[in-house]
């Protein structure tokens, strides 16, 4: 029968090989295997409405810019689904991984692109900020020791960089990916020895993305806006699909754990860890809806008062050198009235 099966196809044979995954997955969890399956399949139901009715708030108030919003919001749905996925067939880890987080780059981008939108575009945004310096100088870029990065003027050509440094993420994160899924189909050895010589180019294109993201945000906010509550809520889900899932994988290889209900270890902190990210999700789900509910912010009281701030510190500087360009004179003027002997 086999025999016959590889004749005729071999996706026959993955797809017995994954149903008997299931079926030795569902076996060593014994009764828990169907109610974590029911729990979790639950749990993405209650997502994927609530994804729904975000959009529907959002619209009241993004209509020009709903395929943004829609976009930042699927990631979700998206993680969540792909969370169940690898519950209920653990193999499928490295290709259910690469859905969620390539899902979170391209909301990345569709939310630079969603805060230059409420600014009112490029033009706009540069107008508002009356030649005020682009802040370069932020995460994680700061944490650098002696940090020297020039301050450009924001302009349109930065913003253009801004929009490059950001577009970059899930370009290269999906042909990282790629090159992965590919080599873990062909050899899952030679995936396990090289996986670790990928991970410097994946850390340099989120933290340089990440940079420009957080750029972009504080040149919003410098001009009035207050995207910082909708950028919390698309950051959080990078941590959990980076470094959450990361520690997860590493936990196996760190501690000796031993079988739990005749699962290996690996799997066992993979179903804690995917399960523990579902019911993340609910709860970023239900954060996302009450901030996309409400207007986008815009806090005019604190661009009026950073500018009377400047303005009274500049008001300050020109007495100061007035003062001691007077005292100056008035020095000159004694020194020349003082009598020689």
């Not at 294109?205 to 993201?213: A, C, E, R």
């Amino acid at each position: 029968m086999l025999y016959l099966l590889k004749t005729k196809s071999d996706h026959i044979l993955i797809f017995i090989n994954n149903l008997n995954n299931i079926i030795f997955s569902s076996t060593a969890l014994q009764t828990y295997a169907w109610v974590i399956f029911a729990c979790g399949l639950a749990v993405l139901l209650v997502i994927c409405a609530l994804y729904v009715i975000t959009l529907r708030s959002a619209v009241k108030h993004w209509r020009d810019q709903m395929h943004h919003v829609a976009v930042v919001l699927s990631i979700y749905p998206i993680v969540a689904a792909s969370a169940l996925v690898m519950i209920v067939v653990p193999r499928s880890r490295l290709p259910a991984e690469a859905v969620s987080q390539e899902a979170v780059m391209v909301a990345l981008y569709h939310f630079f692109c969603l805060v230059i939108a409420e600014c009112g575009g490029t033009e706009q945004l540069v107008r508002s900020a009356g030649g005020a310096d682009l802040e370069t100088r932020v995460m994680p870029c700061c944490c650098w020791p002696c940090c020297v990065i020039p301050r450009p003027k924001l302009h349109k050509a930065s913003l253009m960089w801004l929009r490059c440094l950001v577009l970059q993420i899930p370009i290269v994160q999906g042909i990282i990916y790629f090159i992965l899924i590919v080599i873990w189909s062909e050899d899952f050895m030679l995936y396990q020895s090289i996986f670790v010589y990928f991970q410097p180019f994946v850390a340099a294109s989120i933290l340089s993305g990440m940079w420009g993201v957080v750029m972009c945000v504080r040149a919003a906010i410098s001009v009035g806006r207050a995207p910082r509550p909708r950028f919390l809520v698309v950051q959080l889900v990078l941590i959990i699909v980076k470094l959450q899932c990361g520690l997860a994988k590493s936990v196996p290889n760190m501690a000796n754990l031993s079988c739990v209900m005749n699962l290996h270890p690996a799997v066992f902190a993979s179903l804690i860890n995917n399960s523990i990210m579902m019911l993340e999700m609910l709860l970023i789900s239900i954060w996302a809806w009450r901030v996309y509910s409400s207007p986008p912010g815009k806090d005019m009281e604190k661009v009026q008062r950073d500018r009377v701030v400047v303005a009274v510190l500049e008001d300050n500087m020109r007495s100061i050198e007035v003062k001691s360009i007077k005292d100056g004179i008035d020095n000159k003027s004694f020194n020349n009235n003082v009598p020689e002997n």
